[in-house]
């Protein structure tokens, strides 16, 4: 599977982006994909995940109520919508299709994106 993150940017603290987690490969609507995001200095972090039907859906605390994620596996794309950008959002967003075991570790992550770069300015 590769995937190929887009629709970073940056934008006003308060605004709203949606990044694109575009796959090609192998069947990718089998798989559950997490967003994580890494901000300079910092760890990568885990910010949401999908199951492969997307009908199971989970959020780090930081990004509840403020970020939606879906999929659409006709177009083998997830999406991540951002919305009431805050400033600590700032960092690459990296999508990942998960081989097995907790949708909260990285290290259950087997594909992984390029990253794209989410700047929130004040």
């Known amino acids: 599977v590769q995937l190929q993150a887009c629709g970073g940017g940056l934008v006003q603290a308060g605004g709203s982006l949606r990044l694109s987690c575009a796959a090609s490969g192998r069947t990718f609507s089998s798989y559950a994909v997490g967003w994580f995001r890494q901000a300079p200095g910092k760890e990568r972090e885990f910010v949401s995940s999908?199951?492969?039907?997307?009908?199971?859906?989970s959020y780090a605390d930081s990004v509840k109520g403020r970020f939606t994620i879906s999929r659409d596996n006709a177009k083998n794309t997830v999406y991540l919508q951002m919305n009431s950008l805050k400033l600590e959002d700032t960092a690459v967003y990296y999508c990942?299709?998960?081989?097995?075991?907790?949708?909260?570790?990285?290290?259950?992550?087997?594909?992984w994106g390029q990253g794209t770069q989410v700047t929130v300015s004040s």
């Open positions: 999908i199951t492969w039907s997307g009908g199971y859906t």
């Open positions: 990942a299709a998960l081989y097995s075991g907790s949708y909260y570790d990285d290290r259950n992550y087997a594909y």
